[in-house]
Nanobody, 119 residues
């Protein structure tokens, strides 16, 4: 399992970013994918997930502002983030249920991409 994120940047409050994740090493369409984030000094938290059937879930803080999507033909997922706030500053990781570990958990993740919201 190999996941590579991109798209992180410095953005002003109220701005937008689109994160991308390219996956390889597994049959992408067969697995759920997710975005996790880690604020400095805190643990990982799930931002959003997208499942094999295209259904999606969002953390409360992401609802109405973030949109997750997947492109099975390109083995990629995306996270469109709008109306960004200071508290969205974090390292964002792409994750998948593929790989070794408890079934159904997002047990494999990439190195992450830094999102910084600041003036």
């Amino acid at each position: 399992v190999h996941l590579v994120e991109s798209g992180g940047d410095l953005v002003q409050p109220g701005g937008s970013l689109r994160l991308s994740c390219r996956a390889s090493g597994f049959t992408f369409e067969n697995y759920a994918m997710a975005w996790l984030r880690q604020v400095e000094g805190k643990g990982l938290e799930r931002v959003s997930a997208i499942y094999r059937d295209g259904s999606t879930t969002y953390a409360d803080f992401a609802k109405g502002r973030f949109t997750i999507s997947r492109d099975n033909a390109k083995n990629m997922i995306f996270l469109q983030m709008n109306n960004l706030e200071y508290k969205d500053t974090a390292v964002y990781h792409c994750a998948t249920t593929a790989g070794v570990g408890p079934a159904g958990t997002f047990r494999s993740r990439g190195q992450g991409t830094q999102v910084t919201v600041s003036l």
